[in-house]
């Protein structure tokens, strides 16, 4: 049986074969998965992820939505904040991904 820590699914499962024929399981962690735009799903540019992530500054932007949306979901989620505080438009007519980063910049 194996060891607690390795009962969960965090560790991926690697079956190996050692040299004198038996089967064993080694157990390793996970990759870190880059980090996706919370609207388009896009890759983040700009951020690193795993090891050479060594800080604060490096997992995230320091811009607005800054880890979270790319820069063009960002500047179009600017836009329809304004047009809805303008009364140009209303909250019904936006997306649900784009609805709740929208209604966080009108809040801020």
């Known amino acids: 049986m194996?060891?607690?820590m390795h009962r969960s699914r965090s560790f991926r499962r690697l079956d190996r074969v050692t040299p004198s024929g038996k089967h064993v399981l080694h157990f390793e962690r996970k990759k870190a998965k880059f980090p996706h735009c919370a609207i388009c799903r896009?890759?983040?540019n700009g951020i690193n992820?795993?090891?050479n992530a060594k800080g604060k500054s490096?997992?995230?932007n320091s811009r607005i939505f800054g880890g979270i949306l790319c820069a063009s979901c960002t500047a179009e989620v600017v836009k329809l904040a304004s047009r809805i505080e303008n009364g140009?438009?209303?909250v019904g007519d936006i997306g649900t991904r784009q609805r709740t980063?929208?209604?966080q910049m009108i809040a801020h």
């Open 2 to 4: 194996p060891k607690p």
């Open 49 to 51: 992820s795993g090891d």
């Open 88 to 90: 140009e438009m209303r």
């Open 58 to 60: 490096r997992k995230s």
């Open 101 to 103: 980063y929208v209604l």
């Open 42 to 44: 896009m890759e983040l």
